[in-house]
């Protein structure tokens, strides 16, 4: 770039044009004010290093073992295989009819069954009175509450063939089958339907609560009916509520175990067996530890990529 032109200021006197401003020197960091940012980091230190410790170390761990041949029994030292493990997961019909029953169990169960009963339970008890909002919220959440194992069993109790349901098809000369031998999968899908509602119901009671009572109103004034305020003014006002509670219950749907092996043991045959039972089976059954190890990393996996898909959809702005 060429150099400004002199100026001239009187007679005889030449003044050379002011040049650009010279670049401020760079702030060197203040010591009191790095000494007070490691201060304020200190506090957290505890619950980092529990996080590397409790989290961070297993997974990694398990990561390592998980190209290896590990076993459980009869072995002396175990290898590096590299990919087998996984090579092995794709080419076997096992794992690939878990990974198939695992996305059905998450759909059924958490995307479909919970939300939506969440949903209508939470709407439902905006409008009832005090008494049939207090009974309904206490059952819902008494089921939440139980442990696994006894979720499992009381559904075991309700689907066996001399069970409760059938009791009750039977009294109303409906037919009735082995609904844990013919269709297991819905069977243990509406178990964690039944299970896990309250969460789903909690979440959209609150933040319905949070919609003012003015839009609503206007709505209603300007004559938009029930489902067409749900549609276009309450789903869209609650959609972060939703798009959480969707990440949080699929993956928790995903690491089901307890309630399926209580009620199925993940058959017959296979037939209600998702990722964590044939995990399971590989890794303390079979003694296949490096194997069960690589299905929990790929289990691990699809729970990454159902978080990121919601984590996305909690950023999209309507």
């Known amino acids: 770039m060429n150099a400004a032109p002199p100026q001239r200021t009187g007679p005889g006197t030449v003044k050379a044009a002011p040049g650009p401003p010279a670049a401020p020197a760079p702030a060197r960091p203040r010591p009191a004010t790095a000494r007070r940012t490691l201060l304020r980091a200190l506090p957290l230190s505890p619950a980092v290093a529990l996080l590397l410790l409790f989290l961070a170390g297993p997974i990694a761990y398990c990561v390592v073992i998980a190209f290896t041949d590990l076993q459980l029994t009869g072995q002396a030292e175990e290898s590096f295989v590299g990919l087998d493990n996984f090579r092995r997961a794709f080419r076997d019909d096992a794992f690939l009819n878990a990974v198939w029953l695992t996305l059905v169990f998450t759909v059924l169960s958490s995307l479909v069954g919970q939300n939506t009963l969440g949903l209508a339970l939470a709407s439902l008890m905006q409008r009832a009175s005090k008494p049939v909002r207090t009974l309904t919220g206490g059952i819902v959440v008494t089921a939440w509450v139980l442990p696994e194992v006894v979720a499992g069993f009381l559904l075991y109790a309700f689907f066996r063939r001399e069970g409760t349901l059938n009791a009750i098809l039977d009294w109303l000369h409906l037919p009735s089958q082995n609904w844990l031998y013919t ?6 899908s509406f178990a964690n339907v039944w299970r896990g509602t309250a969460f789903s119901m ?9 919609i003012p009572k003015e839009i609503t109103e206007a709505a209603e004034v300007d004559g938009a009916g ?9 789903l869209p006002m609650i959609r972060r509520s939703i ?9 928790q749907t995903l690491s089901v175990f307890g309630l399926i092996w209580v009620m199925t043991r993940g058959g017959p045959s296979g037939k209600s067996q998702t990722l964590p ?34 984590l996305r959809l909690l950023r999209t702005e309507v």
């Open 226 to 234: 029930g489902w067409r305020r749900m549609w276009h003014v309450t």
């Open 277 to 310: 039972l044939f995990m399971y089976e590989q890794a303390f059954q079979n003694s296949l530890i490096g194997y069960g190890t690589a299905v929990a990393l790929l289990l691990l996996l699809i729970g990454s990529l159902f978080s990121v898909v919601y």
């Open 183 to 188: 269709l297991p999968i819905l069977a243990v």
């Open 243 to 251: 798009a959480t509670n969707l990440m949080l219950n699929t993956l």
């Open 202 to 210: 909690l979440v959209y009671s609150a933040a319905l609560n949070e």
